[in-house]
């Protein structure tokens, strides 16, 4: 049995599939009352499961006729979606956006389920044990130097 966010997640997803289209508009409420769930249940979806490092841009407006609009970005080739990511990681990077990097990485089919894991012991805090400065930067460096190895192969 799925839980409430996995099931919103294939929602979400199905719908950018059924419309075939590149942006996804949604309104909070709606969802909430189709899923009988409380709205800030959809926004934990859309923070952790539609991320930049997953690939989406959100854009949300409030209120009455508030909709959250869910935009996928460079994701047609695996060029523009590493070149995408790389932009986001930046000096330094933590554990849980570095996570979220991987398993889009994994979702898209760029790396298997066996990389994903053996990337994610490489940035993992246990194996970078320093002050959080310096990890974070390491953790970056390594990603970067791993995305256009990734994209060649």
Do not use: W
């Amino acid at each position: 049995m799925h839980n409430m966010s996995d099931i919103i997640e294939q929602y979400i997803k199905r719908l950018f599939e059924d419309t075939n289209e590149d942006v996804v508009e949604i309104q909070r409420a709606t969802i909430a009352q189709r899923f009988d769930c409380v709205p800030s249940q959809l926004n934990y979806v859309i923070k952790t499961r539609f991320t930049n490092e997953h690939g989406y841009e959100i854009e949300s407006k409030r209120g009455g006729g508030g909709y959250i609009r869910i935009t996928k970005v460079e994701t047609k080739d695996a060029t523009g979606y590493i070149n995408h990511l790389l932009t986001l990681i930046g000096p330094s990077i933590s554990q849980q956006q570095a996570y979220y990097i991987i398993d889009g990485l994994l979702e898209k089919g760029h790396i298997t389920e066996r990389e994903s894991k053996m990337i994610h012991a490489i940035v993992d805090r246990e194996t970078l044990q320093m002050d959080v400065m310096s990890r974070d930067i390491v953790r970056a460096n390594i990603l970067k130097r791993l995305l256009p190895v990734i994209n060649y192969y």
